[in-house]
């Protein structure tokens, strides 16, 4: 029986590369219900890696070892007795929690999904695409004709819901840090570019959106957030997405008013999104960014910046959270 490798967290410990190891395991045969997967590409998610590894994740309780990472896309290479809507060759993505920092998986076939090739951008719709359509839409209640503000509007994030928010007929404004990322955020249309370190993000904002912003997609917390938070529209909503600046370092602990003074005399709202509590929004975003994509409509970047193999994770994850990338980040397998 041929064996694989994959990247477990065998402790939990502050610092991601010090909590996981690489392990052998020998692969399995599916069962009647299931596919066995070589695995291509997987994403990397280096925020939830990092809190996870932490032991930081509240809605998910796990003990080590457990396994790592979300999203691969890979080509089916076995095929249960009972499958019947996959072949041997097939080209699928899947999204189990534990199923991506692998060179190989079994799982159950319903859990698959088709598409047309086993390539990195597909990587960065679902899930990841998926969240940002799902958190504009159910939680922003994205309309037309607004103006929306994105941070870390260049990350794999980012640049779908910038480009989610163009098409739904907004004017969309970007934050970022550097002139490739803003070269890239032209490419997709964004309408005004932040690059906050040429420019004041209050600032700018103060000065040329007086009447404040209806609909922000937070990535980025800290005083971003605050900024954010600072300047949104009469009956603004803030979705906070993430907070990828605490995650590298330990929180910052504030002190000032409470926040419903900000809130309540513009009758603005602060949400909090997180995907696995919108699971039923996910099959029709996932099938709509995928026609969105195959019809030319969606852009995809991925970064240019190359991780070879599960040995390269760590350095990926370390990539990430040091704020460099542009697009979506992932490693080859
Ligand atoms: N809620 C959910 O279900 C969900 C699902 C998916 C992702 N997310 C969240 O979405 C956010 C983006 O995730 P992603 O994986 O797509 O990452 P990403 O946006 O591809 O990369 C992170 C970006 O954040 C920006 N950033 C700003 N300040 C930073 C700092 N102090 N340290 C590090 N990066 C900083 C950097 O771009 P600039 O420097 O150009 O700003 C960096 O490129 C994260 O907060 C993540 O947790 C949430």
Not at 93 to 105: A, D, P, S, V, W
Request: net charge negative; charged share 20%; proline share 3%.
């Amino acid at each position: 029986m041929q064996s694989y490798r994959k990247l477990i967290a065998k402790r939990l410990h502050q610092d991601f590369n010090s909590a996981v190891e690489i392990v052998e395991v020998s692969i399995s045969a599916p069962a009647n219900h299931e596919i066995l997967i070589r695995n291509k590409f997987a994403g990397i998610n280096a925020g939830f890696d990092t809190l996870l590894c932490r032991g930081e994740v509240p809605y998910v309780n796990l003990t080590p070892p457990f396994d790592l990472g979300v999203e691969a896309v890979g080509e089916v290479v076995a095929v249960g007795e009972n499958v019947s809507d996959f072949q041997v060759g097939d080209a699928v993505i899947t999204t189990l929690r534990g199923g991506g920092y692998r060179e190989y998986q079994v799982i159950d076939a319903s859990l698959a999904v088709k598409v047309q090739e086993a390539t990195p951008e597909v990587l960065n719709l679902v899930p990841t695409g998926v969240s940002a359509l799902v958190a504009l839409e159910q939680v922003g209640e994205m309309q037309n004709n607004e103006v929306v503000l994105v941070t870390a509007a260049a990350g794999g994030t980012g640049h779908i819901a910038v480009q989610l928010a163009k098409l739904a007929g907004n004017y969309v404004i970007g934050t970022c840090s550097s002139a490739a990322k803003a070269k890239l955020l032209r490419e997709l249309g964004c309408d005004r570019i932040i690059n906050y370190h040429t420019e004041n993000l209050d600032q700018v904002l103060k000065h040329e959106y007086p009447n404040g912003i209806n609909l922000i997609f937070e990535c980025v917390g800290k005083q971003v957030f605050d900024t954010c938070v600072a300047n949104l529209a009469i009956r603004g909503r803030l979705v906070s997405i993430g907070y990828i600046s605490e995650y590298g370092k330990h929180v910052e602990q504030v002190m000032q008013p409470r926040i419903y003074h900000q809130l309540f005399w513009k009758a603005a709202s602060v949400r909090g999104f997180l995907m696995p509590h919108y699971q039923e929004y996910i099959p029709e975003a996932r099938d709509r960014l995928l026609n969105l994509f195959y019809a030319g409509k969606l852009k995809v970047f991925v970064d240019s910046t190359e991780f070879h193999g599960l040995e390269s994770i760590p350095t990926a994850v370390e990539y990430l959270l040091s704020g460099q990338n542009c697009g979506k980040v992932v490693v080859k397998f």
